[in-house]
């Protein structure tokens, strides 16, 4: 693979693109760019048929405004409708066939990835070897599958815009490469909580290995925004997006800022209750990391840390990354929003 990747970040409101070097270790960000897109161009995630022509024109003049000299692309995954994951337990495989094989264990037993259709490309992270009670040897992963539809239709914007596909990942996955390290001592779980448009990912991690992934919509930014529209009987978007950032002294924003606050802080407790489940030891939650443009909402930060009872920081780049300051903030569009492009391309130039 070329020494330079563009990680590409689909979501909803945009597409945010970064161009990463990676060379004798150090990763360097040389360039990024965000492309906005109109209302229905991607929903949920997965890009419209109909669009799909339409943005990869606008992808491919971005490339050349912004002069983007790498070719290799690595996607991202975020779509509720169409990413299954699951915890489980499939028999042992060497490692050198281990996806296949891991594939075929999960066509045979539908039970492993729920609701996953049979057009379905799997991954899986592999988390421990263990004997099982009838002596058989089995291994703990953690399933990932995403349809076809959705990585087909992301392949076919990068080459109409001219790229070449060189890999793809869960955005939540991704994300974790490039966010500062955090060092824990045995049995204490870190969060990441990327806070999208219209999805809200909870990734449990233990010292950046991760554990469990969630995805949910109904708690994602945009439902912050409708929220604060209807108690201000207002839909201009940039008002809304303003009284999102600040305190507002508007009685009715701070009450919709803080229904939200509280749904997002259940949807994380409920995320961590349904990993210890399955854990095989007790854990406890050492601290939570937010990204995404909603990580910015005014007041969440301070909400999610009061009810989780740990610190709560946003998300930074890892201090390994190299780069200019600059190219980490582009007005509106925040670093933090820039995360899971950069892991993506550090996951494929590692």
């Not at 000299?69 to 050198?96: C, E, L, Q």
């Not at 490309?121 to 009838?134: G, K, L, R, S």
């Not at 305190?247 to 961590?272: L, M």
């Amino acid at each position: 693979m070329a020494e330079n990747v563009i990680g590409i970040d689909f979501g909803s409101a945009g597409i945010k693109l970064v161009e990463v070097k990676n060379a004798k270790g150090t990763t360097t960000v040389i360039r990024q760019a965000y492309l906005p897109l109109s209302p229905g161009q991607i929903v949920d995630g997965s890009p419209v048929q109909s669009e799909v022509a339409a943005i990869a024109s606008d992808l491919k003049a971005l490339l050349a405004e912004k002069k983007f000299t790498a070719r290799d692309a690595v996607m991202g995954y975020g779509s509720v409708d169409d990413i299954f994951v699951n915890r489980a337990r499939t028999p042992w495989h060497a490692p050198k066939d281990f996806h296949t094989a891991v594939a075929f264990d999960i066509v045979a037993d539908k039970s492993l990835l729920l609701g996953a259709p049979e057009e379905v490309i799997i991954d899986a992270v592999i988390f421990d070897e263990f004997t099982d009670v009838n002596d058989k040897r089995m291994l703990d992963v953690l399933l990932c599958g995403v349809t076809s539809k959705l990585a087909d239709r992301q392949a076919s914007i990068l080459t109409k815009a001219g790229l070449r596909v060189a890999g793809a990942d869960l955005s939540g996955l991704a994300a974790l490469r490039a966010i500062a390290p955090v060092t824990r001592a045995p049995d204490n779980l870190d969060v990441l909580v990327d806070v999208g448009s219209d999805v809200l990912t909870v990734l449990i991690h233990d010292n950046g290995k991760p554990y469990s992934l969630t995805l949910q919509s109904d708690v994602a930014g945009q439902a912050a925004s409708g929220a604060i529209a209807e108690e201000l009987q207002d839909d201009d978007v940039e008002r809304v997006n303003r009284e999102k950032v600040v305190f507002s002294r508007d009685y009715r924003v701070r009450k919709a800022v803080d229904e939200y606050c509280f749904k997002v802080c259940s949807a994380i407790r409920s995320a961590i209750r349904s990993y210890l489940d399955l854990r095989k030891s007790p854990a406890a939650i050492a601290g939570v990391t937010l990204i995404g443009g909603g990580a910015l909402l005014h007041g969440l930060r301070n909400a999610v840390e009061e009810n989780m009872g740990v610190g709560v920081v946003i998300g930074t780049f890892d201090p390994g990354i190299d780069g200019a300051p600059e190219r980490y903030d582009l007005g509106p569009v925040l670093s933090a929003d820039y995360t899971v492009a950069v892991g993506l391309a550090m996951g494929a130039t590692a």
